[in-house]
């Protein structure tokens, strides 16, 4: 359920849309406690935002949010109307609300949120990826000098598609139909301007979590449609190949609902990030057509050390040294959404090491900062080291605790039969006497698409098939609990097999 939020009020809850409603602005200079129009509301807004942590997200009305409601609608009744242009006919009553249906109930709840707490039109801060607190979003509403309430009737909804068309286009002979399920970051960035340059493809629907985003997205990348629910794009036939970018903890169930309905998928990493959605997967069906997005592996400079790697005699050591600073306060941050960076990030370099070793990882340790002066995470500041079943040692070394600029974001050492491989920040390539430099760095966006398209257009193997990412987020897993104990742990044979 998510809520959109403009000039012209619309409210979306699954099917239905509310039809605009007023807007009401309450004057900046409105005293708290002389009116108890704002501490009831804003008792609303703490009580939901309370419920949004609790439910990780998934709106809940909460105990005592329909009393706060009741109270709230009781004091507008005694507002004067004041024909100023701060303050407008305010008209809402408990008999508008009917607490019984539960779409309308969390649609009402979550309206008031928002519309409160942001009173301007920027349209992408309505779908935070971390709730906002309630209390500082409405000092934040009222120093814009004027806060908003969204008055609708139910008696006047309507239902209307699910699907927001935007033009009907012919199909070009032979190109794949992509659907894209979600619009955040990483996929403006990289995945929907690579799709879209690429005649292999054309994206034909978006989904995405706020009416802005989906809209905004599907018309830069000629769309035919877009909508707030992503089951409208694994249902429809016409698509052949989904592209799962959502934020980590959506991946798992996303995936198996796409799986379930015969769908090619793509999904970005980590596949999983807890036991319970590694145990899921397990269940996907061997046949199943699912590509893991790990892109430095199709990075040019990648893809040259694997294959001077390959032809080695004896084991190798290889080193991943990873240079971040601090993590911001976002959903990947967050160990139960994004799975924090030990899961949520060091996934691609563990993933990295044992492609480049190409042999199965047997044991596993981790190490992170010690003594009482350390202020920072243990999460963000680590050493894991993988042992490999013929005699190789990989390490990811991971901080966040110097800086960028001058100084590369990564960078991989490979030591293997009296050779050396140093890969700089993925500009710079060096192999014994030889060196390679390119103007800036290539992780591998592009690479990657290409020749997903290209198995997804011959019917061939997926690129890095779902074990392989599974293995990945196992050893990040196996990681944490070996940065928890302080002991190494045994890596386990994935019951799916893989490319080991």
């Known amino acids: 359920m998510v809520i959109g939020v403009g000039v012209g009020v619309a409210v979306h809850a699954e099917r239905v849309r509310l039809p605009a409603g007023r ?43 329909w009393g706060s409601l009741a109270a709230l609608a009781a004091r507008t009744r005694e507002i004067d ?99 894209v399920v979600g619009c955040g970051a990483f996929a403006q960035l990289h995945h929907l301007p690579n799709l879209h340059r690429e005649a292999a493809c054309r994206i034909e ?93 199709f990075a040019r400079f990648a893809v040259r050390a694997r294959q001077a790697l390959a032809g080695r005699r004896g084991p190798a050591m290889v080193s991943y040294t990873a240079n971040f600073g601090p993590a911001a306060a976002a959903w990947m941050a967050d160990p139960v959404e994004g799975g924090g960076r030990l899961v949520g990030v060091a996934c691609h370099y563990l993933d990295m090491v044992t492609w480049l070793v190409g042999a199965r990882p047997t044991r596993i340790s981790a190490e992170t900062l010690q003594g009482a002066r350390t202020s920072v995470t243990p999460e963000e500041n680590f050493v894991v080291s993988v042992g490999y079943e013929d005699g190789s040692l990989a390490t990811v070394w991971f901080s966040s605790l110097g800086r960028r600029g001058p100084i590369p974001k990564e960078r991989i050492e490979c030591f293997f039969d009296g050779d050396i491989i140093v890969v700089d920040d993925f500009r710079r390539f060096k192999h014994n006497d030889t060196s390679i430099a390119s103007l800036r760095p290539d992780y ?24 392989e990412g599974m293995l990945a987020s196992m050893l990040s897993l196996l990681a944490r609990e070996a940065l928890s104990s302080g002991r190494p742990v045994d890596v386990p044979v994935l019951e799916r097999g893989g490319a080991w």
Not at 36 to 41: K, N, S
Request: hydrophobic share 50%; charged share 25%.
């Open 444 to 467: 591998g966006e592009r690479g990657e698409v290409r020749a997903l398209l290209a198995s997804e257009g011959e019917r061939g193997a997926p690129t890095v098939p779902l074990a």
């Open 205 to 297: 629907a978006v989904a995405a979590a706020s009416p802005a985003s989906a809209l905004q997205t599907a018309r830069q990348y000629d769309a035919a449609w877009c909508t707030l629910d992503y089951r409208e794009i694994l249902r429809d036939p016409a698509i052949d190949l989904v592209m799962l970018l959502t934020r980590h903890d959506l991946h798992v169930p996303i995936l198996l609902e796409a799986v379930a309905a015969g769908k090619s998928v793509f999904v970005e990493k980590p596949v999983a990030i807890d036991w319970q959605g590694l145990r899921a997967l397990a269940t996907v069906p061997s046949g199943a057509r699912v590509t893991v997005g790990f892109n430095r592996r």
């Open 81 to 179: 109307v004041v024909d100023d242009g701060d303050v407008e006919t305010l008209e809402i009553s408990p008999k508008h609300l009917d607490p019984s249906d539960s779409a309308t109930a969390a649609a009402m709840a979550e309206a008031i949120a928002v519309v409160a707490a942001l009173s301007s039109n920027e349209l992408e801060r309505l779908a935070p990826r971390i709730p906002v607190d309630a209390e500082a979003a409405w000092r934040e509403a009222l120093a814009r000098c004027r806060g908003v309430l969204l008055l609708w009737s139910p008696a006047a909804a309507v239902t209307t598609s699910p699907r927001h068309v935007l033009a009907s286009r012919a199909a070009r002979r032979g190109a794949i139909r992509v659907g």
């Open 23 to 65: 807007i009401v602005f309450l004057p900046a200079d409105l005293d708290p406690e002389g009116a108890p129009l704002v501490p009831a509301l804003a008792v609303c807004l703490r009580s939901l935002a309370c419920a949004r942590r609790e439910c990780r997200g998934r709106v809940r009305v909460p105990d005592g949010f």
